[in-house]
């Protein structure tokens, strides 16, 4: 049997930073990826999709975006080949086709079994990522069977539907994205809206991620955060990355001519039924977003940055339609599509270590798993706010890694 001192199960970006800090603390590894390096950005994805955070956030240990559009957003062959081009520079020793079939713990660490045999390790790293599965409602299963229905990991272009109406369930980033991209395909459209966070893509002149950013908003650590499980659970905001710097909001999809409508609470005889009440839904995304460009302000104003910004802006509240569906007939023929953009859950199906809690979710403290040597990365608020993205993952893999030579022994070199 092979034995390693660490194994990194996944080859994202959040298992290559992790490589990257084991290699500078010499700590002998293997990365195992079931598919090929950054398989669900090549696999999982629509062919549209852009990155929404801009090209300057793109960052990784020892890696930027130098190209000549630092305010741009990545196509899916651009994040391609930057992850590429980081496995690459930092060595990485990724054995691709790999899949981890299961992980035992043993008294001196932990049994891998993988597609291509066993391996021992006295340390794990959990980097296999946040979104492995589209989350569906179970009333799914009530849906007509003559209405097709999609996830996310199955849509990648609008000639692929059936002609005829969509009903795009979820109005986070890729439920207004996909929205957006359906409509201007010449299809009518029905958004089916629940809690979202609604964000202008810029404000003051600047995109709202650099004030993010600049703001430390996305650097609050996960132990000062009020409520660590919701802000966890919060959902993608609506932003989309395109060439025009857009925003795409409720408003804007609106004026497109999308169809809004509320959650969908059930199925009942071939009927999709909405919760009512959408003015509520939309005064308390409004409100967030007036707090959070708030306290942009504030800290621009205190931080002696308002004159790098441009001069004071405000956003139209979202428009509540006059009238409401609050039912659908799904057998009448309106709708032929149904894409399911309700969320993502991590797969730990291959995890046979009692971490995982009844809801799915893995027990950690700032990545360090409930079992000793057991490490995780990539997870929303993992560290930080900006954990899952990608430049979030530097900091969290040096001091995930950091704990992890603690454990085995290896003083750091970089000390
Ligand atoms: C729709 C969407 C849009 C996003 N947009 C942005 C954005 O604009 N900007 C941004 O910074 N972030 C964005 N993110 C968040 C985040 O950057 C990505 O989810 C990113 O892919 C996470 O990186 P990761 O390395 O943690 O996981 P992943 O990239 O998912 O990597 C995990 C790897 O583990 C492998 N794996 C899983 N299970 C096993 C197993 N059992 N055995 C072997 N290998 C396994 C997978 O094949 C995969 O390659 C987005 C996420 C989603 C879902």
Redesign the pocket.
Known sequence: MERFTTVV?????????ASHFLTERSIDHVV??????????R???WDS?????PNW??RLPGLRYEGPDPDG??TMGE?TGF?ERFAALSRAPVRTG????SVRRVDDGYHVT??GGEIHCRTLVI??????RPVVPPFHEAVPSSVEQLT?FDYREPGQLADGGVLVVGAS??GVQLAAELRRSGRPVILSVGEHVRLPRTFRGRDVLWWMDASGVWDQRYDEVDDLQRARRLP?PQ?V?TPERATLDLNALTAMGVELVGRWAAVRDGRALFSGGLRNVFSLADLKMERLLGTFEEWAREAGRDGEVGPPESFAPTRVPTKTRLQLDLRGGEVRTIVWATG?RP?Y??LDVPVVDEKGRLRHDGGVVDSPGLYA???PVLRRR?S??????EDDAREVIDHLAGFVGVRSNIE
């Open positions: 199960v996944g080859a994202g970006h959040a298992g290559l930073a195992l990826e079931r598919g090929e390096v950054a398989n669900s950005w696999r999982e994805r999709f852009r990155l929404l955070t956030q793109s957003y990545m994040v992850i790999t899949g981890v079939t993988t597609s980097a296999s990522g946040a979104c492995n996310p980033a890729t993608s932003l990355g993502f797969d199906a291959w990365l990539g997870l900006r899952t993205f990608i430049h979030g993952i």
